[in-house]
């Protein structure tokens, strides 16, 4: 299986500011067919996971452009900006890329 | 919109069994598949297998072959998770998600308990 590491585990941020978070693939998450499926989720306290970013770089429905994604290959990255304290939680990547789907074990977000 | 809507939380016994539903709405039940996630207690997500809504055919992740079995009533559009001879590592919340994890269930709390 593909194993996802998330850095950090935790971090801290001021409303306003601005943060990112790492995941890395042990395996290349490109698609024979081009595509990258790396996915971003966040859940927030007492909820399931919601669908933030989808192949690599694109928003979700409703999704606001505050988070962004980026990286390719086995090296990807979730910044969001301008932090609310809504954006509170953990967030999770996740690969689709392989059978089957694995998930980082998550970085948690905590406002200042 | 969209939903999936799943059972209430479960208290159980060891080597009982439980039921979990997932109601879609919204969409076209049978045009897309239906993932099962666990979620240990302060743990992270565990893909559990899917479900093919057309034709209902299970597919099980290996840590989840054997006690775990995936069905569908499709006229209700509603999946169901059951899980067979239950042991206290099966405490957790499932999770129905979409194919494609787009959307997601509430998630069912089943405590495992003597």
């Known amino acids: 299986d593909v194993v996802m590491t998330q850095t950090p585990v935790s971090l801290s941020v001021s409303l306003g500011g601005q943060v990112s978070i790492s995941c890395r693939s042990s395996?290349?998450?490109?698609?024979?067919?081009?595509?990258?499926?790396l996915s971003w989720y966040l859940q927030k306290p007492g909820q399931s996971p919601q669908l933030l970013i989808y192949?690599?770089?694109n928003r979700f429905s409703g999704i606001s452009d505050r988070f962004s994604g980026s990286g390719s290959g086995t090296d990807l990255t979730l910044k969001i900006s301008r932090v609310e304290p809504d954006d509170l939680g953990v967030y999770y990547c996740?690969?689709?890329?392989?059978?089957?789907?694995?998930f980082g074990s998550g970085t948690k977000l905590e406002i200042k | 919109q969209i939903q999936l809507v799943q059972s209430g939380p479960e208290l159980k016994k060891p080597g009982e069994s439980v039921k979990i539903s997932c109601k879609a709405s919204?969409?076209?039940?049978?045009?897309?598949?239906m993932y099962w996630v666990k979620q240990a207690p302060g743990q992270g997500l565990q893909y559990m297998g899917w479900?093919?809504?057309?034709?209902?055919?299970?597919t099980y992740a290996d840590d989840f072959k054997g006690r775990f079995v995936f069905f569908l009533e499709t006229s209700a559009s509603t999946a169901y998770l059951q899980i067979n001879n239950l042991k206290n590592e099966d405490m957790a919340t499932y999770f129905c998600?979409?194919?494609?994890?787009?959307?997601w269930g509430q998630g069912v709390m089943v405590t495992v308990s003597s």
């Open positions: 998600a979409r194919r494609g994890f787009d959307y």
């Open positions: 919204g969409y076209t039940f049978t045009n897309y598949g």
């Open positions: 479900i093919n809504t057309e034709t209902g055919k299970p």
């Open positions: 395996q290349s998450l490109v698609h024979n067919n081009g595509n990258t499926y």
């Open positions: 192949k690599v770089s």
């Open positions: 996740g690969q689709g890329t392989q059978y089957p789907p694995t």
